[in-house]
């Protein structure tokens, strides 16, 4: 490989000098400290997306494709003689481990399919020609995410004006993909070109990605940022300081429905309300084509811990009180007003331009 892809890689996912690990920014931690976790074992990979550690769709699937390239490298140095039969068999293991540690964001298997596919293709190849090869292939991963980024907020800030107030809900920035981000992209784009935006970030109840993450990434980047209350965002709507509600996507169904950070749906209703754009931005690759609808999506459940105790001193409940805590709802496409990907914008009907982007006619995409 060219050792010269390492240094383009972005800082938040990223191999070690001798690649026999990953460096992370624990996200956990933020903002209060910029910590690195470095990850070296298949547990190790499956508690940072579990926990959150490393998350965020895109930066999900490209801490799995370095994290398949590593468990590739703990089997090769366990067993430097195994057949590639048994070595595949192996992998695929830790493969379906890995791929269980967190279900909605579909990057995650599509990342380790990809993976798998490369290890399929290379039948001849020594175990060490293999190793190099995965290598290679997660930092293509990791390349393709930086351009994916910096097409998707090109395409985005066609739609915004200088000046404009934007929404946003969760985290979609630079350390949930490699640079840019997707719905952050666009307003950081625009301040690289001297644009201004007033944003306003949901802290996102309940484990705040909008308040430690979002108003963090946005107040380093120079953007003015409000942060309020998930409950808020009716009011700053009404207010008519809202033009735009801009966010990302986990899993994209092929009707337009889109799984996102749970709260996205309720925006995207208040939004239709108040005659507000609501934009989805994200990759093709979190499309999914096996779901036909945002029915066919897994939502995850994640523990009451997190509602009643997490980020706060106090417990927040009776720890007896029950509690209901899905981390992603779906957002109807009717509440859609474009799904803006690395291929261009999709407008409605989205059953053709979504179909479009994988090489079906259609007149409704438009593309610079
Ligand atoms: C560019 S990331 C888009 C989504 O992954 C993001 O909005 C989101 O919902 C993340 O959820 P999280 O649970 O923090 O991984």
């Not at 966010?247 to 925006?267: E, W």
Request: charged share 25%; glycine share 8%; hydrophobic share 40%.
């Amino acid at each position: 490989m060219q050792r010269d892809a390492r240094f383009l890689q972005a800082e938040n996912v990223r191999l070690s000098e001798n690649g026999d690990s990953v460096i992370i920014i624990d996200q956990t931690q933020l903002p209060g400290a910029v910590k690195y976790l470095e990850l070296r074992t298949d547990v190790d990979f499956y508690d940072a997306i579990l926990k959150l550690k490393v998350r965020g769709a895109p930066a999900i699937g490209i801490c799995a494709a370095f994290g398949y390239y590593i468990m590739a490298r703990r089997i090769a140095e366990a067993d430097p003689v195994c057949g590639y039969e048994e070595f595949c068999h192996r992998l695929q293991d830790r493969k379906e481990y890995l791929n269980s540690s967190r279900p909605t964001a579909v990057n995650l298997s599509w990342a380790l399919n990809r993976m798998e596919e490369t290890l399929r293709n290379h039948e001849e190849a020594s175990l060490q020609e293999i190793l190099e090869i995965l290598e290679e292939e997660a930092i293509a991963i990791q390349q393709e995410d930086i351009e994916m980024c910096r097409k998707i907020s090109g395409y985005g800030l066609s739609l915004l004006k200088d000046g404009d107030g934007i929404l946003t809900h969760c985290n979609a920035g630079p350390l949930a993909t490699s640079v840019y981000g997707t719905g952050l992209g666009p307003l950081i784009l625009g301040r690289e070109q001297g644009m201004n935006f007033h944003v306003y970030s949901d802290e996102t109840r309940p484990l705040l990605q909008g308040a430690r993450l979002t108003s963090y990434e946005l107040q380093k980047a120079g953007i003015d940022v409000t942060l309020i209350c998930d409950n808020m965002a009716s009011l700053v709507m009404k207010n008519g300081w809202i033009q735009a509600c801009l966010v990302g996507c986990d899993r994209v169904a092929m009707n337009g429905d889109v799984a996102n950070k749970i709260g996205t749906s309720g925006v995207a209703i208040l939004a239709k309300y108040y005659g507000i754009p609501f934009y989805v931005l994200g990759p093709v690759s979190t499309i999914d084509r096996t779901c036909s609808t945002g029915a066919d999506i897994p939502i995850e459940l994640r523990k009451p811990e997190e509602i009643k105790e997490m980020f706060y001193e106090k417990p927040m409940a009776l720890s007896e009180v029950k509690c209901y805590n899905p981390a992603f709802d779906v957002t109807d496409h009717e509440l859609i007003t474009a799904i803006i990907t690395d291929r261009g914008i999709c407008r409605p009907p989205y059953t053709q331009s979504l179909a479009a982007l994988f090489g079906v006619e259609t007149p409704n995409r438009s593309v610079e």
